[in-house]
Structures are given as structure tokens and as C-alpha cells.
């Protein structure tokens, strides 16, 4: 009888042991699937960063796309409907960013093209003015890369003539392509034509004329040590204006272009 108890003791612990090692192996072999399932998670997770940045970028250049084929149609002539505002040529090489007015002088006697965003001084602290576009200087304009978008040119001292004439043909001036706000000194422009030119000012080697001015380059082939650009401003009789002038590259000016 004892006997018959040990043999089915010994049956008892080989079975549990058995048992025990075949949980032990489930154990390993879940923990093996669980490793497995959260390397592909990762993988999966990683994949889908990577596709949301390639779609996130994709979605800024479409919108960068819509926002620089806004235009104006202006009698025979089309214009961008806001100032240029990017730091790449047409051919996505990028343009110098040279925002302290050491880097902007620096950039000039370096001959090397640059952009900026105007500085406001505001309670002795300068502030960035970006949502009224770049300014350039003249060495960014002429660069043979293209500073125009596809489709889109630099104009020319003829282009602001012709617009200036189109305006005071049909009994308008600059105050009707004017912005209605930010000019000081109590005038204020109508923006009938919805060109929206803002007081933005210029850049010397410091900024001025906010609220007051604002300055276009113009472009002109072949390029010589002078560069043209337009001034626009409100005269004495308060009538908007438009005045032709010509600069060297210690100047930043902005651009607004004009459809091919």
C-alpha cells in the first residue's frame, strides 16, 4: 500500500513539475510575443510620425502656394495681393535671415543677399513686424535664382508708372491702394483697389518710416551699383503718391510682385 502511495506521489510531482515547466515555457513564449507585438508598435508608431511631418509639410507648401497666388487685378496689370514674404529663391536655395542691424551691414559689405523683418522699437526692446512681409536687400533682388515665384516677376519702374497712371485715369491716386489703417498723422487710405499697401517702412542700416512710408524695390536688368525703388507716402494735400528713386545695398526695401 505505501508503495502504490509513493508511486502516485512521485506521478503527482512529475505531472506539477510538467505542468510547471510547460507554464514556464507559455510565459517565455507570451513575453517573446509581447516583445514581438510592441517592436512592430513602435515601427508602426515611428512610420507614422515620419508620414504626419511628410504630410504637415506638404499642407505648409499648399498653403504657402494659395497664400503667394493671391492677386489684385488692377486695370491691365495683376498684382500679388500681399508683400513677398519668403526666405528661399525659386529654386529652394535659402536666403540669408539678417534681422540685428550688424548682420544687415555685415550682409552689405559682404555683398551678400539678405532678408529681414522690420525692427519696431517699442519701450527701448525691438520688435519683429512679420505680417507685412520681408524686406530684401538689392543683392537678394538681382540674383539670378529668382526671388519671384513661379508665374510672378519683380517689377519695374514702368509697372508703378503704369499703375500710377491706370489710377489717376479712372480719377483714383495711391490713397485709394492704400491700407484704411496704421498711417499716423490723422491719413488713412481707402484700399479701394485692394492692393493694401501698408505704412511699413524700410530698413537703412536701422529701420524707419513705420506708419508713415513704406518702400518697393524695382527691378532693373542689367544691374548696376544703384538700384531703383519706389517710395509710397501721403503728400501734403494728403493725397497718396508715389515718388521713383534709386539706392545702394545698404538699404532693405520690400517687394511686391507682379504676374509675368
Known sequence: MQK?????????????????????????????RLDSMLQILSLERTAYQQEKLILNKKIIALEEQIRLNKSIQVGAQTWMAENLNVSTFRNGDVILQAQSDEAWQNAGFSKQLAWCYYNQSIEDSAVE???????????????????????????????????????????????????????TNGNFGTNTTRLNFY???WRDVGCGGFGS????????????????????????????????????????????????
Open 213 to 260: 512710408t513704406t518702400s518697393f524695390w524695382a527691378f532693373q536688368s542689367p544691374v548696376d551699383e544703384s538700384t531703383p525703388y519706389v517710395s509710397l507716402f501721403f503728400d501734403e494735400n494728403g493725397l497718396g503718391t508715389l515718388t521713383n528713386q534709386s539706392t545702394s545695398w545698404i538699404m532693405g526695401f520690400y517687394v511686391r510682385c507682379i504676374k509675368d
Open 4 to 32: 502504490h502511495v509513493k508511486l502516485l506521489l512521485l506521478l503527482l510531482f512529475y505531472t506539477l513539475g510538467i505542468f510547471a515547466q510547460s507554464k514556464k515555457e507559455q510565459i517565455a513564449n507570451l513575453s517573446i
Open 129 to 183: 513686424v512679420k505680417h507685412y512681409g520681408k524686406l530684401y536687400n538689392s543683392y537678394a533682388l538681382n540674383d539670378p535664382r529668382g526671388l519671384a515665384p513661379e508665374g510672378w516677376r519683380l517689377p519695374k519702374e514702368a509697372d508703378w508708372k503704369d499703375l500710377e497712371k491706370h489710377l489717376f485715369f479712372v480719377g483714383m491716386n495711391f490713397k485709394d491702394a492704400f491700407s484704411n489703417e496704421g498711417w
Open 199 to 201: 505704412p511699413a517702412g
